[in-house]
DNA sequence: CCTCAGGTTAATCAAATGATTAACTGAAAT
DNA sequence: ATTTCAGTTAATCATTTGATTAACCTGAGG
């Protein structure tokens, strides 16, 4: 998740990247620190040298993944010079290239924030980033008390997150088929502010 | 998941009650089998003299799971007397009903099949009875086209599902606000026909 | 050269965990 | 009354797994 110039990390990083890969592949109840030291190349002692415990090692992936998964969403939501409909771009573009790029992030988080809540409290508060938004400001200005705003934040994830979340499901596990879902992904980046705005527009009928 | 009249449930059954509830909570890898014990109320070995093995009891667990998921939907898929808005108002109510009642059903069922996609395959094919449907044929007739038909399936199922997959994420820990997410559920059942079809008519415009 | 501290390793520990064993119970069958 | 057998239990096993230990490099500083 933080790269290197280009090769020679050290060996504390060999294992943070190894244990970043297979933490969000399979989650912290499926990985066993056998399997990080052997992705890392590492001795197992090294894990617990450099990182203490499963745990701790555990809650540096966590906390990075939040990270990478919120960063530059506070800039967009909180743009005084976009509208609406601008902002949605941004988000859909914004996040179709990041789960592109790391497609299980999403399903990692979500269900080790359901494991363990306490992640959400500790790290940044989502739900008040989200509610003191200027864009969810605009969204409460927008349904003009007709519906609440929240819907329509859930609509958004939705059709933003979930195609990532379900693609176990959804797509085959050939590689032609992620390069299909990719090619998929891509069109959404066009497709999400006009449905979006489609959704909202049913309030003024 | 096998209800009995009332009372009396048979051993083999009070496990296999045991084993969905926390199987569905935790994942495969994140429950112990003396848990299912325990919340059975039964000896260790009595698990293993009924079903043989931890894996074994989680495929029956996860075979009906998948089962609870999917029964219903085909009839409504492939109702020949509804319109597609009349199915995706019929697939809203059944959704948001089933999900209140078995929130955690749609993550279980994410997690455990990106884990081991064979579920899928062996169960029954997702795909093909989604895109073999009356329903799949008058989305594809709608859209004419202009734009990939899965492009609505992933928004029908984005805007429906994915809400009980970031409840964790989007609500807080409380009763209160467990009411309050299943009020806002209980109106997506009115509003995500409605959203769908102006999302449909994007094309047309 | 010597030292010494950070880095690394093989070996091992202790707890957790899935599974099995052997004994016991009670009720139905003979 | 005895046998039999599914159901149940406490105890134990064997493996997995997170963590620690003690030894051993290696290279910078004296």
Redesign the pocket.
Known sequence: MAEQETTALT?EEKIKEAATKIFIEKGFSAT???DIAMEAG?????L??YF????KLFEVVMTESLQLFLVGLEEILNDVNTVLKDKIAGIAIHYVDLLKKYPDLPLFILSEVKANPSWLEANSNVREMLTQSNFYKQLEATTQKKVEPLHFLMNLLGVLVFPFVASPVLTGTEAADKAEFNQLMEERKYWIPIWMEAMLKTLSA
């Open positions: 060996t066993r620190t056998r590492i001795n197992l002692a090294l617990n040298y203490r415990s499963k745990e």
